[in-house]
């Protein structure tokens, strides 16, 4: 399944933007060939350091070689530069967050929000090595309202080391969105406020954020309901890059083509942040990321 996913965004990709595919076909050289280290492993973005801890997944081998989503890489390039903001909404192990941090500088920030512990732990890292550096890590999720809730959550565990499918970035807010995988979940308790109110609150400049990252499992329609004030915000659109999922036949649907049609009633124009043209709502598969400007 990974492999098929890979191929399916290389290929949109090579249709946009075909002289950078030879670079993604190198690093991914270097990937599968060059050792990885054991243990925690430093990094570097740049002059950002990132911790990661190799036992917790095989992906983490992809977070040291900086091979993780490499057709995602060109939106936050030209979307983050010095002195601009980077929302991170379920930042996970902090990848992107660290990512985006070489991008804005220190003159910019970094606003991280993760509720699981193990992951908020390596967000937390990423500030404590990069002291010059701003990045504010919420161990909070972002919803349509302050609540205390359950989440499902997927733990690092050795069983549970090549699995791709139900793998550490699966946790989620969204009710029954993991109830095919009982056996490899647990749910604890977490904080969620809206982004609203977390605007408000830290007094952040709208105009000032470059990107505003989204990826959580299937919760995104109530994050966008807790961000009402930024959707419907005259002038410049806020720009933002979120991982939409859709499958119909779930018993709590989850459906893409609505949250789409939601962001372009706001305003905002939708296109695939694969090939960056626009997106098909027609067609869509049941994982997609979408760039909304």
């Not at 492993?41 to 801890?53: K, P, Q």
């Not at 530069?81 to 967050?97: L, P, Q, T, V």
């Not at 404590?128 to 919420?138: F, H, K, S, T």
Request: charged share 25%; with cysteine; proline share 4%.
């Amino acid at each position: 399944m990974v492999a098929t996913k890979t191929a399916r965004f290389l290929l949109k990709y090579a249709s946009s933007d075909p002289l950078k595919v030879a670079d993604i076909v190198r690093r991914r050289a270097i990937e599968q060939f060059k050792a990885a280290p054991t243990g925690l492993a430093i990094t570097r973005f740049n002059g950002v350091h990132y911790e990661v801890d190799m036992s917790m997944h095989r992906i983490m081998k992809k977070y040291f070689f900086r091979t993780h989503e490499m057709f995602l890489e060109r939106v936050f390039n030209r979307r983050l530069a010095d002195g601009k903001i980077f929302i991170d909404i379920g930042a996970n192990c902090g990848y992107w967050s660290a990512h985006a941090l070489s991008l804005v500088g220190q003159s910019g920030e970094v606003h991280a929000f993760e509720p699981v512990p193990h992951y908020f732990a390596l967000v937390r890292r990423l500030a404590e090595l990069n002291p010059g550096y701003r990045v504010i890590a919420n161990q909070i999720a972002c919803g349509a309202r302050r609540a205390t809730s359950t989440m499902a959550i997927v733990a690092p565990r050795a069983e549970n080391f090549n699995n791709y499918n139900t793998g550490i970035g699966s946790s989620s807010l969204a009710p029954g969105f993991l109830d095919h995988a009982r056996e490899l979940t647990e749910d604890i308790t977490v904080e969620v406020i809206t982004f609203d109110d977390y605007v408000r609150e830290r007094h952040i400049d709208l105009d000032r954020i470059g990107l505003i990252k989204i990826d959580v499992e299937g919760f995104e329609s109530a994050v966008f309901d807790g961000m009402q004030g930024v959707l419907t915000k005259s002038g410049r659109k806020v720009p933002i890059l979120c991982e939409i999922l859709t499958d119909l036949d779930r018993p709590v649907p989850l459906d893409g083509k609505r949250i789409i049609e939601r962001l372009e009633h706001c305003g905002y124009r939708c296109f695939d942040a694969t090939s960056l043209r626009p997106i098909n709502r027609a067609a869509l598969g049941f994982e997609e990321n979408i760039l909304c400007l």
